[in-house]
Structure formats: C-alpha cells, structure tokens
C-alpha cells in the first residue's frame, strides 16, 4: 500500500499554488519545489518523511559533491541563509549553522544519516533537546499491529461533522454500521474552511484515531490522497483499507488513477460511479475489487410542531400553493447541479399571466455562497422580480431542511450529473413527488417499478463538460435536461394533484409513503450488505 502512490505529483493535484509559483512548465520548477517540501512542507504533510521517492530525490550525496542532496536543497530554498553564507566562501559556515539550526528549524532528523544524527546530538544547540527526544521516539517506536491483532469494526474516515453531502454519506455509513450491530468509530476529518461544521448528530462516536481492523474512507478519492499526505500512514497500515469514493461524470480523473495504491478495495453507490472507476482498479496490480454499495438514507425525526402549515409559515411560503423544491451547495458545482434548468422549466410551466403565486410556488434551498456566483446573483435577481420564487439562503440543520422538504410538494433536479443522489432519495422517503433527469447514479432508485407513479424521469441530451464548469472536465459529457419535456412533468403533476384549498390537503404530501421509509433505503438492509462484505473479507483475509 503506497509504494507506488507518486506523492510529490499527488501534492502539486493537492496544491495547484504550488505549479504556479514554482513554474512547472521550466527546467527550475523541480528543485525550488523540492526546496519547498524540505523547508516547509513537511511540516504540512507527514507522509513526506516516509516517502520512498521523496527520500531518495533529497537524500544522499553526489559523487565529489562536499553538500549533500539536502543541504544543497536547503540552502537553495532560503534566500537569508545564501546571503549569510555565500557558496563557496562560507560553505563551513553553513554547515555549522545547517547542523546547529537549520536541521532541526526544518525538522529533518529523519532526513540525517547515523553519522549526522550523532555528530548533532554531540554539539550543545537550540535544537539538542529536541534531538534527544528523537532518539527516545526511534528507540521506542512499537511495531506495526497486523489487521489481525486488531479489534473486529470499522473506523469510518469523514467529514463527521461536515455539513454537506459527503459529510452525510459518511454518518449515513456509521449509522448503517450501528444498525447491523458492526463496531464502528468515526475519524473526523476536517473540509474546506467554507464549509459548516455543525452537525453533532455522530459526535458521540467521533475519536482521534481509529483501533479498528478496517478503515471505510468516505472521501473523494483526492481527499482521501489528502488525508494520507497530511496524516501519514499511521491511521492506514496494519488495516484493510477501503474507498468508499463517490464521482458524478462518466470517466474516472487521470490524476485519481494511482490513489488506489492507497486502498485494497473501492466501494461505489451506484452503477455510474461503477462503471467509470471499475476498469481503473482492475488494471491496479493486483487487480482491486470494486463492490456496489447503495447508501442509507434515514430521515430520522423530520416532523415540526404544527407540521406542514408552521414550516411554509416560518419560512414566508404560501399556504395552499403547490410547491416545488431544489436544494444545492454553491460550492459543489452551479454548473452540474443546474438550477437555472429548474426555474426556466417552473417559468415555462407556470406563465405568470395564468398562474399565480398562491397557486403555485418554486422554494431554492442553498447555503450562502462564500464567495460572488454571478450565476446565483442572476438567479436571485429574477426571484426578486417574481413572487412565486422563493429562495432560502440559509444553512440549515438536517431535520430542519428534511422539514423544508416535507413541506413541498414535488422534488425538481435538472442535475446534470449525480453520483448518488441523496436529496433525490430523501424527497421519496418524505413522500414527495420526484420530476429529475433520467441520467446517472440516480436511475439506481428511481426506477423501480413501486415508485413508477412517484418519479417523472426527464429526457436529456450529452453534451460536452466545459473547461471550469467541473474539475477534470476535459474528454467529460454530462446530461443537458429538457427543459419543455420537465415543464410538462411540472404541470402535469399540478393536474393531477390539484391545488388545495382545504387545511386537509395543504397539510399532506402528495404521496403516502412507508412508515419506516423504503426498505431499499434502510440503515438496516444497508448495514447488512456492509457486514456480509465485511465477514468475506474476514475470511479471505484469514485464509
């Protein structure tokens, strides 16, 4: 595992700063990167220490060379240290100062050779302290535990707290895990600094590091490379390590091919991400397993005091109109989920000469964007202009925005391309009705034939992904919704389910849904297709 994972390639995919200021397109971009790594990062990513490839560019010396590869690196790397000590004039100089200072300012003792490491733990210095306790650490270092000898359960790697989609997929595993009576723990791992941190709902199961036999990284598969490069390989050896990776286009990222050197298997939601990472693994050698998990989604407790009638009130929506709902996080992709499809199919629908805002209604749930979108601005600036349109700017809890949810009528996702689909799936199990586009992972759950009546799957065309719509968009196609065909669906589901009046049908989805939700969608059915897959493995592995 990670033997052949190119880390310093995997860091500049990490960091695209990193290209730009060390100008990869010269003959000068290698070693002033080089120079970064030593001096700064590996204070950043812990797994540089350990790095075979990274160890044999800055370690050594070349024959007749009086520096060594990491001296000279050093010394290249800092401006104030070639002015102090100029090359070749002052080069003892240096040496004394790269032995006494720079050495452990860098934290390079795992960088010196034996001779090097005993000459500084000789010499009194600001940095001789910190050298013993090296030693100490080297001598004392416990062997690796095998898989074997540890705990039976899984240690589920995310954003625990995270509140976005990939944050949910992971609580979702856990809870999965719970229900099918599987030890588990969550490793919280931190997002994007904009992304909210809110949800407490696993906290109780959130621990430092993880004892468990198995890892379950419910990560992009670029994440998981970023948590490995920023933690090491601590949390990952002695267990067996699996990818629990989501992707929304057809083709697998050519920079994600060697992350599953971090893995010894992937899991996948659905037949789409199946069918764009399955001929990856199986050229990894050894060929990895690829499995097809569907996720769980339970809605937990969603009903508010008041239900329906006190959810449109708190948020300034009509009483008795039919309301249809989208929900998205600007910092995913505008492009990819489409919400402007959404409301060119509401506005072609629903004239606003024949249909008024007490009649029908299109509620827009984001989180509030970081940063200007001019797309959202465009959005928001029709909405201003249209009563019908509602658009909630706001950063929800989960049984908040399920409430938000629950109090609409149909579900709208012109996406053009979902791995899973989670908001899609949550409006079923709310009993709402689902209008969305009939391409991607989520035809998993949206055809079978009980919820025929439930789901109006919109025709498409594939068109190409442009350059910034999504990363790695080159060679991509993604799914262009009709927007006349999901007007239809939209007015369709409007004649079938009449606008009502009374209290009684103001306050009812349009659909009864199972009490205890659809079975396909269960904690519990989920949790046993992860324990079935997790006693093979035991099995296997125990051969």
Not at 149 to 158: F, L, M
Not at 212 to 230: D, I, P
Request: glycine content about 8%.
């Amino acid at each position: 595992m990670t033997s052949e994972l190119d880390l310093m390639a995997l860091l500049l995919e990490l960091r695209p700063d990193l290209c730009e200021r060390f100008g990869f397109d010269t003959e000068q971009g290698q070693p002033g990167y080089l120079g970064w790594l030593i001096t700064s990062g590996l204070k950043e990513y812990r797994a540089l220490a350990s790095d075979p490839g990274f160890r044999a560019l800055v370690c050594g010396r070349e024959l007749g060379e009086p520096l060594s590869r990491l001296q000279k690196l050093v010394w290249q790397a800092r401006p104030d240290v070639q002015r102090t000590y100029p090359l070749p004039g002052k080069q003892r100089e240096f040496l004394n100062w790269f032995y006494l200072h720079g050495a452990g300012e860098h934290d390079l003792w795992d960088f010196l050779s034996h001779a090097e490491k005993k000459f500084v733990l000789t010499h009194k210095g600001k940095w001789q302290e910190s050298f013993e306790s090296r030693l100490v650490e080297d001598a004392m270092q416990p062997p690796v535990i095998s898989w074997q000898q540890r705990p039976w359960g899984v240690n589920v790697v995310g954003y625990a707290f995270g509140q976005l989609g990939i944050g949910e997929d992971a609580r979702m595993a856990a809870t999965a895990l719970q229900a099918a009576d599987v030890p588990m723990c969550m490793v919280n791992f931190e997002p994007g600094a904009d992304t909210a941190k809110n949800d407490m709902s696993m906290a109780a199961h959130v621990t430092a590091n993880g004892p468990y036999a198995v890892n379950l990284f419910c990560l992009t598969a670029m994440e998981h490379g970023r948590f490995y490069a920023e933690r090491g390989v601590t949390q990952m050896q002695g267990r067996y390590n699996i990818g629990y990776w989501p992707w929304e286009l057809s083709k697998w990222p050519a920079p994600w091919h060697q992350l599953v050197h971090l893995v010894d298997e992937v899991w996948v939601s659905t037949r789409h991400t199946f069918d764009a990472v399955a001929s990856v693994c199986q050229a990894a050698q050894p060929p990895l397993p690829v499995h097809i998990m569907p996720m769980a989604v339970d809605l937990g407790q969603v009903a508010a005091p008041g239900g329906r009638t006190a959810v449109r009130k708190k948020f300034g929506l009509p009483h008795a109109a039919r309301l249809f709902c989208f929900s998205f996080d600007l910092n995913s992709s505008v492009h990819r989920k489409n919400p402007q499809a959404v409301v060119e199919a509401f506005l072609r629908a629903f004239p606003a000469d024949k249909w008024s805002g007490e009649e029908v209604g299109l509620v827009i749930k984001v989180h509030p964007p970081k940063q200007r979108n001019l797309a959202w601005n465009k959005l928001k600036a029709l909405a201003e202009q249209d009563d019908r349109l509602h658009v909630v700017e706001q950063t929800l809890s989960r049984s908040d925005l399920l409430g938000l949810y629950q109090a609409c009528d149909c579900f709208v996702s012109l996406h053009r391309a979902e791995g899973y689909g989670r908001g899609i799936a949550e409006a079923l199990q709310l009993g709402l009705h689902v209008i969305t586009t009939g391409y991607s992972g989520n035809l998993d759950f949206c055809q079978p034939p009980e919820l025929a009546d439930r789901v109006d799957l919109v025709r498409y065309r594939l068109i190409k992904v442009k350059i910034g719509q999504y990363p790695y968009a080159k060679g991509q196609v993604w799914a262009n919704a009709d927007t006349l065909h999901a007007a239809q669906c939209m007015l369709n589901f409007v004649v079938r389910f009449p606008i009502g009046l009374s209290k009684n049908k103001a306050n009812r989805p349009p659909h009864d849904a199972p009490a205890k939700g659809w079975s396909n969608f269960s904690p519990y059915t989920v949790g046993q297709r992860y324990s079935e897959r997790l006693r093979d493995i035991a099995k296997h592995k125990e051969a």
